[in-house]
Nanobody, 129 residues
Framework: QVELVESGGGSVQAGGSLRLSCSANGAVTTLCLGWFRQAPGKEREGIASIYHDDGSTYYLDSVKGRFTISQDNAKNSLYLQMSSLTPEDSAMYYC???????????????????????WGQGTLVNVSS
């Protein structure tokens, strides 16, 4: 069992930055940890993930170069540093943990809602123009 608790959401003006945190309690060593978001009227989408064991990272194209996912293994914490925020980034952001997928190049963290095993309760990010 894994428990995930997010923090750090809030309101920010366009162009600003926010850092989200997720405290992960439980057996996460061999799991992917990720950030998903859901805007009103839209489906939940995966935006960034990290394979806990080796730190490999994966990003949705629309956030590459603006968002950075990281982890602190000693603190069992996951972070999402967001910069150059736009109103389109406004959403509920969720921390997630799930089993990695396997392909011809080996193990990777797919950014897909359907494979998530554990969800946090979410933290709201609002970006005003």
């Amino acid at each position: 069992q894994v428990e995930l608790v997010e923090s750090g959401g809030g309101s920010v003006q366009a162009g600003g930055s926010l850092r989200l945190s997720c405290s992960a309690n439980g057996a996460v060593t061999t799991l992917c940890l990720g950030w998903f978001r859901q805007a009103p009227g839209k489906e939940r989408e995966g935006i960034a993930s990290i394979y806990h064991d080796d730190g490999s990272t994966y990003y949705l194209d629309s956030v590459k170069g603006r968002f950075t996912i990281s982890q602190d293994n000693a603190k069992n914490s996951l972070y999402l540093q967001m910069s150059s925020l736009t109103p389109e980034d406004s959403a509920m952001y969720y921390c997630a943990a799930y089993v990695p997928s396997y392909g011809v190049k080996g193990r990777y963290c797919l950014l897909a809602e359907y494979i998530v095993n554990y969800w946090g309760q979410g933290t709201l990010v609002n970006v005003s123009s």
